[in-house]
């Protein structure tokens, strides 16, 4: 079984950093897997964060937050990370560790993704 654990949420000020990590167990190697953030503030739609291909380690973001979100990964660690600076309040979120097999396409879509984290609560104040 594919296991995801996000950890590394909190309580920060806007214009401040947080690193939010992913740890993933469950298979031998992830390479043919896409590993991707989403987030969910209460009474809205999960909303894609940034994604990357195991194997290649290409990434991509939404428009809104690239050059703010960055993605990446540590192979001997088994660990995906979200480092997120210049917070805005906006940013307020539960973050989800989600994957897939198959392919390196990143997609947006939370419904192709078959395994999820429990989330780690962002909260960014004003």
């Known amino acids: 079984q594919v296991q995801l654990v996000e950890s590394g949420g909190g309580l920060v000020q806007a214009g401040g950093s947080l690193r939010l990590s992913c740890a993933t167990s469950?298979?031998?190697?992830?390479?043919?897997?896409?590993i991707t953030w989403f987030r969910q503030a209460p009474g809205k739609e999960r909303e894609f964060v940034a994604g990357?291909?195991?194997?290649?380690?290409?990434?991509y973001s939404a428009d809104s937050r690239r050059g703010r979100f960055t993605i990446s990964r540590d192979i001997a660690k088994n660990t995906v990370y979200l480092q997120m600076n210049s917070l805005k309040p906006e940013d307020t979120a539960a973050y989800y560790c989600?994957?897939?097999?198959?392919?390196?396409?990143?997609?947006?879509?939370?419904?192709?993704?078959?395994?999820w984290g429990q989330g780690t609560q962002v909260t960014v104040s004003s």
């Open positions: 989600a994957a897939k097999s198959g392919g390196t396409n990143i997609n947006s879509d939370p419904r192709v993704y078959d395994y």
């Open positions: 469950g298979r031998t190697s992830f390479n043919n897997y896409v």
């Open positions: 990357i291909a195991w194997r290649s380690g290409s990434t």
